[in-house]
């Protein structure tokens, strides 16, 4: 019988998860169907529990319902207890396991795919929202010199700085605390690009050699061209996305595909 997964959220209509899936499906042989569903606010556990009822295998989880996500799980893995967020489900006969694939998929793009070490390297994550929790710890597992989460919110930026009390080379701040530093590494986790806006930023914030990334992902964004000016190295989130799902596909089915071609086929779709 072919296994069935989906990917859940709202909106979900520009999910481009199912081709992605359908193609890691083709390369690796695996018989599954992979589809959207779109769930009313308020409604996630009684959809999820449908979803399974009618044998689905698994679920990828999207805006808003990563944190219901979280709650309906039975069993955390470590990266999803460090985001507090869920964004794969794995169902089996004695429960739900929730684990969060971002972080793994951000850094795999970032270290692989574009050959950046963040080892021992000034990093400044921009953005203390949803996007930003599930890479930190991954981020810090990377031994970088120093991880700073600035935030419009400055309270937001050390809530999350808090979470990962225990590492001393993290701080939490402003956007204003930047000026007259220069980061190595600079992740733009922030909502901005989709509207067409950036956080201000000083001139000089990347040092030389600097890799510029952007989770927004299918645009040339603020952020992007501002980092291209002054130097640096830029990077949009596809990547982050196709190796996010990979390790989701890695999860569900014990076989880890190759992403290289999905990513050069969502490149070649793109208007």
């Known amino acids: 019988m072919t296994d069935s997964y989906a990917v859940i959220g709202n909106p979900i209509a520009h999910s481009k998860s199912p081709q992605i899936q359908a193609a890691f499906a083709r390369q690796t042989s695996q018989d599954i169907v992979y589809t959207t569903i779109f769930c009313e606010i308020g409604a996630f556990v009684q959809t999820v529990q449908t979803f399974r009822a009618s044998g689905g295998r698994g679920l990828n989880v999207t805006l808003p319902f990563k944190h219901d996500a979280f709650d309906l799980a039975t069993r955390h893995s470590d990266s999803a207890r460090q985001a507090g967020a869920v964004n794969t489900l794995i169902f089996s006969a004695d429960g739900i396991t929730g684990d969060n694939t971002d972080g793994a998929g951000l850094m795999r793009d970032i270290t692989e795919n574009l050959h950046f070490d963040p080892r021992d390297k000034r990093v400044l994550l921009l953005g203390a929202g949803g996007a930003s929790f599930g890479v930190v710890g991954p981020l810090l597992a990377c031994a970088p010199r120093s991880l700073t989460i600035a935030n419009r919110t400055v309270s937001k930026a050390a809530e999350l700085r808090a979470r990962f009390a225990a590492h001393d080379n993290v701080e939490g701040c ?3 605390a930047l000026n ?3 980061f190595d590494l600079v992740i733009n986790a922030t909502s901005a690009g989709l509207s067409g806006a950036m956080p201000a930023l000083p001139d000089a914030l990347f040092a030389r050699g600097a890799l510029a990334y952007d989770m927004v992902y299918g645009k040339t964004t603020p952020f992007m061209a501002f980092a291209q000016a002054r130097g640096a190295t830029v990077a949009d989130g596809l990547g982050m996305l196709v190796e996010q799902a990979a390790e989701s596909f890695y999860l569900w089915r014990g076989v880890r ?10 490149r070649s779709a793109a208007p």
């Not at 595909?257 to 969502?266: D, E, G, N």
Request: hydrophobic share 50%.
């Open 180 to 182: 007259g530093r220069a």
């Open 174 to 176: 402003g956007y204003a």
């Open 257 to 266: 595909p190759q992403t290289a071609p999905v990513m050069a086929l969502l």
